[in-house]
């Protein structure tokens, strides 16, 4: 400390005195050390975010909805357990759950609410969504089919709109860790049936979703799914995509299954003589 700094020195002596003329000369803020007093308050045109300012814009009307395109979805096509009975004219669709309730709902609606019925009757839940709280891991397998359904806006096997249906139909193939997926194309089913699906291991489901599902058109027997016949064989489907990777047509994949079949079906009359 420099004692000299303090000579002839009184407290606030260089603290310029406040102007109490005005509020606005007593608001500005001053340095914290003496000198030339700074006005930081902006002026009173700045506007700090123009971009945030907007005109107050016409308001939508409460209570109008927005009109609906037309569904893709027809009358009869299956989205989890709703049928699909009619569409209205302002293309709304009428659905009808398994539990027989039926209800006006968008088409975007009913694909993004897919799953078991969970209306209750007089407080008791439905047998379809009793079935799906005993038989979880079937009832993922079902939900996973018509989610994949809905995103492409198809209709699923009708039956299986009953997941209780469903679970009868197919159930017994189910494996810990299995899943249930298609092995026959759209194009080559347009419409689903049990035939489209097999239930495969976790590695195979992987195999099938890395190679596609290629198909072969037959004279005779039309379109043939390359997948569904290695599936049936219990060949990895890692197999068609090394070749068709390697460059074979998917003729000589078919003969090469076909091959494999026929050796599989010695090897069995061999074991059973
Ligand atoms: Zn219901």
Not at 125 to 138: C, G, P
């Amino acid at each position: 400390m420099n004692e000299n700094n303090f000579k002839g020195v009184q407290p606030h002596s260089k603290i310029p005195k406040k102007d109490f003329s005005s509020l606005e000369g007593l608001t500005r803020r001053r340095k914290s050390k003496a000198g030339e007093a700074r006005n930081v308050n902006p002026p009173k045109d700045f506007d700090p975010c123009p971009q945030l300012r907007r005109e107050p814009g016409e308001l939508t009307q409460p209570g109008t909805p927005e009109p609906q395109k037309k569904p893709h979805l027809k009358p009869g096509d299956i989205v989890g357990a709703n049928k699909v009975m009619s569409v209205t004219p302002e293309n709304l669709l009428i659905v009808q759950c398994t539990c027989g309730k039926a209800q006006e709902v968008t088409e975007a609606e009913l694909l993004l609410s897919v799953g078991v019925c969970r209306h209750t009757n007089y407080g008791r839940y439905s047998e379809e969504f009793k079935h799906s709280t005993l038989h979880k891991d079937l009832y993922k397998a079902w939900l996973q089919m018509c989610e994949s359904n809905a995103v492409l806006m198809r209709s699923i096997y009708p039956p299986w709109q009953s997941f209780r249906q469903f679970s009868f139909d197919v159930g017994e193939g189910l494996r810990k860790g299995w899943r249930f997926v298609r092995v026959v194309p759209a194009i080559a089913s347009p419409e689903d049936s049990p035939g489209c699906f097999a239930w495969v291991s976790a590695p195979q489901a992987r195999n099938i979703a890395r190679v596609g599902l290629p198909i072969i058109r037959l004279k005779k027997l039309g379109a043939k799914s390359l997948v569904k016949i290695a599936v049936e064989l219990n060949i990895s489907v890692s197999h068609i995509g090394r070749k068709l990777a390697a460059g074979d047509t998917p003729e000589l994949v078919y003969l090469w299954l076909v091959e494999q079949r026929r050796k599989k079906e010695q090897k069995e009359a061999l074991q059973n003589k």
